[in-house]
């Protein structure tokens, strides 16, 4: 594993809902993405996730992008992240409008 700088972990311990996920460790609760990158990627994100009833992806028991190890491999997916984009432009497809 290769060395990681300060920028790759981040707190907001002031957030009413830090940590938003259960976890034995809060001090190395990553908050840097919030908002997980991975979600894009459906069933190959890698995370621990399930589709509810509604078939809506929950990713309340899955850690992986706000563990402090994990930003090179958050960061490393991005290009098959950028590809799926691709392919629904080339589809003409505009996922916000789903």
């Known amino acids: 594993m290769r060395e990681q700088g300060n920028y790759s972990f981040f707190q907001h311990t002031a957030c009413e809902y830090f940590p938003c996920h259960k976890t034995d460790h809060p001090e190395d609760f990553n ?40 930003y090179a491999y958050v960061t490393g997916r991005y290009q098959e992240i950028m590809e799926l984009v691709r392919q629904q432009d080339a589809k003409g497809e505009d996922p916000a409008q789903r």
Do not use: I, M, S
Request: charged share 25%.
């Open 31 to 70: 908050c840097l993405f919030c908002y997980c990158p991975l979600y894009a990627l459906g069933r190959k994100c890698g995370g621990n996730f399930r589709y509810n009833e509604k078939g809506v992806k929950d990713c309340t028991n899955c850690l992986v992008p706000h563990r402090r190890e994990n």
